[in-house]
């Protein structure tokens, strides 16, 4: 049993998987979640477990080279748009309509419990060397 990091076996297995370029949806409970992408839902309860702990566990596991994330997140939800400021500051925003039709093409989608409006976003993979 691993005894740190990401204890979900099947995020775990996820994210062992991924490779260079390839994208991970992270996503508030209500994004429409594409056919295609392998689907890690963690959604518990409304909330539970939040966006921002889902991508904080992530980011301490992944290489991330690039970011995507709806332009409306920035007056729908303060809170996660200066987040994902704070993580990415060279954060690429798109319309919320363009994000799920590049969601389409993500590799991983992980569904978190959050509630909040717009609490998404697309990563891409990068290399450690």
Same mark, same amino acid.
């Given at each position: !049993?691993?005894k740190a990091g990401i204890l979900n076996r099947h995020l775990s297995g996820a994210l062992a %998987? ?10 508030? *409970?209500? !994004? ?27 980011? &301490? %596991?992944?290489?991330? /080279?690039?970011?995507?994330? *709806? &332009? /409306?997140? =920035? ?5 996660? &748009? *200066?987040? +994902?400021?704070? /993580?990415?500051? =060279? +954060? $690429?925003?798109?319309?919320? /309509?363009?994000?799920? %039709? ?11 419990? $959050?509630?909040?409006p717009y609490a998404n976003v697309l990563l891409r993979c990068g290399v450690f060397f």
């Open positions: !049993m691993k %998987e991924l490779g260079h370029g390839d994208g991970v949806l992270v996503c508030d *409970a209500g !994004m429409p979640i594409p056919d295609g992408p392998r689907v890690v839902d963690l959604a518990f309860r409304a909330g539970v477990p939040s966006f921002a702990t889902v991508l904080d566990g992530l980011l &301490a %596991e992944l290489v991330v /080279e690039g970011a995507t994330a *709806a &332009a /409306e997140v =920035q007056d729908a939800n303060p809170g996660a &748009a *200066a987040l +994902l400021k704070g /993580e990415f500051p =060279q +954060l $690429e925003l798109v319309s919320h /309509e363009r994000l799920k %039709e590049l969601s389409a093409g993500a590799r991983l989608v992980v569904r978190t419990g $959050e509630a909040r």
